[in-house]
Nanobody
């Protein structure tokens, strides 16, 4: 059974940083393309970053240059380092495999507000 458990969110001011973690069980992140998604109130869930099994990364335009996705294969954990946070980054953040996706975890709330 695949489980995805996100953590690390919180309430921060604009310009601050956060590091999200996604503890994965049931699949090996070293073999999968893993992604971080976010869903803001009233909006559809969107993919913000992904990392391949080989470590290649891709970012959405809205986070490019500010967010960094990484993973620790030994810990089977995926991370999202978020710098220079903006109010428009406010959302619930989730991780998942891209192909196939699995049941979503609880997500972690990120709120950027002064």
């Amino acid at each position: 059974q695949v489980q995805l458990v996100e953590s690390g969110g919180g309430l921060v001011q604009p310009g601050a940083s956060l590091r999200l973690s996604c503890a994965v069980s049931g699949i090996a992140v070293r073999l999968r393309v893993m992604g971080w998604y976010r869903q803001a109130p009233g909006k559809q869930r969107e993919l913000v970053a992904r990392i391949s099994g080989d470590g290649y990364t891709f970012y959405g335009d809205s986070v490019k240059g500010r967010f960094t996705i990484s993973k620790d294969n030994a810990k089977n954990t995926v991370y999202l380092q978020m710098n220079t946070l903006k109010p428009e980054d406010t959302a619930v953040y989730y991780c998942n495999s891209l192909a196939p996706p699995y049941p979503w975890g609880p997500g972690t709330q990120v709120t950027v507000s002064s």
